[in-house]
């Protein structure tokens, strides 16, 4: 099967779980047998594809990045100035070069990632009669507060021209049902964590003398956006050292709130019990996962959350919110509601305080994690690429 | 062939979401209560205890004595725990009305067990064990002569449970019967016990028990829907002495909805056993009395009617549990030495076997079973909760 598949970012150039997911997810489908060409923007980096199947190819240069970002001048959240203009241009030379390469061998199945790639997918879709499966691994609802009417309308669009779609959560689903697409349209196919990347990793004794030393560590990781909940983690971290003094809470990740988090941190007078350790490359969040005793995912709205498989993965007890796709599959997961922060202090405060229970999540996340592998999300994507080739040739048989 | 229905009716105290935030004011009436805040759910269990009276208790008691009336010859028995009898008191007079109406009859048996539902057998020192199935007895006699015939909780049995309640001066006991206790033997017989002199073991035939208590709604069952005449003509073609149908008295109503047809099931039984010339109706005491014994049982392992194991680990499974029963354990001395009822009180309800139950970690068909009856999201949320009661509990021992 020959995919063209449309994405945005891809290791070493990754600022979300999106470059992760197409990382692996292709890793995985062309160890069963797939034929992958990823188009993506120019990255300026060094791309060297992980098997033989997957060749790259990047297609114009962009320096965006996928995610909001707070303007200096005030509270209007925006993608950046020229964000539209450079997206368009992306869109048209993604679609001329696939056609190009379409034109020497064609594709079975045209795949989008996101509103960022799912216009050019629509256009192929018609211009090479192939079907188009479009993965919704968020959508604008999850990722502000503010949703973005022109986002929206290309989301929409992209709901109603995919030939079949992938979320990444049942939540997710719903969300993509907001935008209009039949339910009956939507697979959900979860994510999964390369477990021996995490496992395996060392602890790292600097880190542990220089961070941890005798304390327990409460771990957030993820961009600081009111969507991840670290104003809710902080107020939650207020609470626990009342319980527990002796308690370092760890926020790794950068974002708009990181002033704001800083600020809040002294105000509620806890900034000697809380480090700040801004943007976390790949490499080394393994070792920042070997160092906490709990992991807390607080999102108010989190379409999947790759992370908590991955502190699973480090042997950390995990907390994470009942609005995470995660929840959903995670059950040796304490869940709670981000809203609830003394309920979310609790339960830290007892992962912390009652060993039995931290070994009986950790026992029970070393079983689980073993079934959420990205061999199963490639199966997954498989019978979707198959069923969208069988609906698409039933639509269309002339075509075919 | 005598035929032995016995029904466990049971509701557990459940426990108060208890926060380890509150302020810590002294409780005036120096109740339950430890600084102000309570250990007990009044409002849930009160709630759950009249949902599940109008559901199944008042209108199967009802049924159970037009039965009694109708058929001379319809006998049963019950076991009704003291937590039970002391909600029923608070909760709902009218429910402990009804069994003493049946008590009335002359024809309802019921069978002494312990009067917390607990694990108490399995601390090492038995004497907490005796206490409680002597003050069980105390509160059966209000209404009813105890039997002298034992069912530990969850049908709890060995060589050793069957040596001291033998020593209780009780002539027969309930059990499950297992296969692995009776190899090629039937369950439909009297056995005496290894190691004990003349107590005899009441063995639940569980294939007949399950098809009631759990197939009878079961539309993916060969023999759905289960009538009473079908019902009646398999029992009449069994071999043996007597055959011991003991199930949770909660079918009726609460496992089963009405609109199974599980009330009619009921109320056409006894009608359609008494068209088997073969068939008669006994109660536990009438069978170890009338009954010799066929064999000698060795059950050297504490087994149960809990989960498909069948044994102890519902409650004592993980490391949550057993450090959680341990913790309680080992607090009898300090408990006992401070002589207050109140306490004392307290601690034999947090002995509730209901309250490990719920932190169970089997995965599969049984965690569902534990799911449906806990009042907990998870496993873990159980532990917490109890664990902060218990750390509580236990500081105000300490301090008082």
Redesign the interface.
């Known amino acids: 099967m020959r995919i063209a598949m449309l994405g945005w970012e891809f290791p070493p150039f990754v600022s979300g779980g999106l470059g992760v997911h197409c990382f692996e997810l292709t890793r995985a489908l062309c160890r069963k047998g797939a034929e992958i060409d990823f188009f993506m923007p120019v990255s300026g980096k060094k791309i060297t594809p992980s098997c033989p199947n997957l060749r790259i190819i990047e297609v114009a240069k962009t320096e965006l990045a996928p995610y909001l970002v707070f303007t200096k001048k005030g509270k209007q959240a925006s993608y950046g100035d020229n964000l539209i203009a450079a997206v368009n241009e992306y869109w048209t030379k993604c679609e001329d070069t696939v056609m190009r390469e379409a034109a020497i061998k064609p594709y079975d199945v045209i795949h989008s990632h996101d509103w960022l790639t799912s216009r050019p997918g629509a256009t192929l879709r018609k211009k090479l009669s192939t079907p188009l499966v479009q993965t919704f691994h968020s959508t604008e609802f999850d990722r502000t507060s503010w949703p973005w009417d022109y986002v929206l309308d290309v989301e929409r669009a992209a709901a109603a021209n995919a030939d079949l779609i992938i979320a990444v959560s049942r939540r997710t689903r719903e969300q993509v049902c907001r935008l209009g697409a039949p339910a009956d349209k939507i697979r959900v196919v979860y994510n999964g964590v390369d477990r021996e990347r995490f496992a395996g990793s060392q602890v790292d004794l600097r880190m542990v003398n220089s961070l941890k030393r005798d304390r327990k560590v409460v771990l957030f990781l993820g961009r600081l956006t009111e969507q991840k909940g670290p104003v809710q983690f902080l107020h939650a971290a207020e ?1 626990v050292l ?2 527990e003094p002796n308690t370092l809470f760890v926020i790794a990740g950068k974002g708009e709130l990181l002033p704001l988090l800083i600020n809040m941190s002294i105000v509620l007078g806890i900034s000697s019990n809380v480090k700040f350790l801004g943007y976390v490359p790949e490499e080394e969040q393994c070792k920042i996962y070997k160092i906490a005793d709990v992991y807390v995912m607080p999102s108010t709205s989190e379409p999947f959350g790759i992370t908590a498989l991955e502190a699973m993965s480090s042997g950390v007890p995990v907390i994470v919110s009942k609005t995470s796709g995660v929840a959903e599959v995670a ?1 040796s997961a ?2 709670v509601d981000f809203w609830d922060i ?1 309920m979310m ?3 830290i ?2 992962v912390l305080r ?1 060993a ?2 931290s ?3 950790v ?2 996340s070393n079983g689980e994690v073993n079934e959420h592998t990205w061999e199963k999300a490639a199966d997954g994507t498989m019978r979707v690429y198959n069923e969208a080739i069988s609906e698409y040739g039933k639509q269309v048989p002339a075509l075919r | 062939m005598d035929v032995c229905i016995y029904f466990q009716v049971h509701q557990p105290l459940r426990l108060a979401q208890y ?3 509150e302020s810590t004011t002294v409780s005036p009436d120096g109740g339950w209560a430890h600084k102000g805040k309570k250990y007990f759910d009044a409002d849930l269990n009160a709630q759950i205890m009249d949902k599940i009276a109008k559901k199944c208790y008042l209108p199967t008691n009802a049924l159970m004595l037009e039965l009694l009336e109708k058929h001379p010859e319809f006998k049963i028995s019950y076991s009704l725990t003291g937590v039970f009898i002391e909600q029923c008191k608070e909760f709902s007079p009218e429910v402990l009305e009804s069994f003493k109406q049946l008590a009335r009859t002359g024809r309802v048996e019921f069978l002494s067990e312990t009067y917390y539902h607990s694990l108490s057998y399995l601390f090492s020192n038995k004497e907490e064990f005796i206490s409680q199935v002597d003050l069980h007895a105390k509160a059966i006699s209000e209404f009813a002569t105890p039997s002298k015939v034992f069912r530990n909780t969850e049908a709890m049995f060995s060589n050793d449970i069957a040596y001291h309640v033998e020593r209780l001066g009780y002539t027969g006991i309930l059990a499950e019967g297992l296969e692995h206790i009776l190899g090629w033997r039937s369950p439909n017989y009297l056995y005496t016990v290894k190691g004990c002199d003349r107590i005899k073991a009441l063995l639940r035939n569980f294939k007949l028990s399950d098809d009631i208590g759990y197939r009878f709604s079961a539309k993916w069952w060969s023999e759905y829907p289960l009538t009473a005449d079908k019902y009646a003509n398999w029992l009449s073609q069994l071999q043996g002495d007597c055959v011991n149908i003991f199930m949770d008295y909660e079918t009726f109503g609460e496992h089963h909805w009405s609109d199974t047809g599980i009330f009619e099931f009921l109320r056409h039984f006894p009608g359609e056993a008494a068209k088997h010339q073969n068939i008669r109706f006994a109660t536990p005491s009438e069978l170890v009395e009338k009954i010799p014994p066929r064999d000698d049982i060795d059950a050297p392992q504490v087994t149960s009617w809990a989960d498909m194991e069948r044994d102890t680990s519902a409650w004592l499974g ?3 549990q ?3 029963f341990s913790m309680l354990e080992a607090m009898e001395n300090s408990v006992k030495d401070k002589q207050d009822p109140e306490l004392m009180r307290t601690w034999r309800m947090l002995g509730n076997s209901d309250h490990f139950y719920y932190m169970c ?1 089997k ?1 599969l068909s049984d965690q569902d079973v534990h799911n449906y009856f806990s009042p907990y ?2 496993p ?2 159980a ?2 909760n109890y ?2 009661v218990l750390t509580d509990f236990k500081d105000r021992i300490e301090k008082s």
């Open positions: 609470q009342s319980a059950k304490i869940k003394k202090a609790q339960k405060v007892a009652f039995p229970l070994r009986t999540m026992r029970l | 926060s380890i935030f993980n490391e949550m057993t450090s959680a970690t995965s999201d998870s873990f949320d532990y917490i664990m902060n």
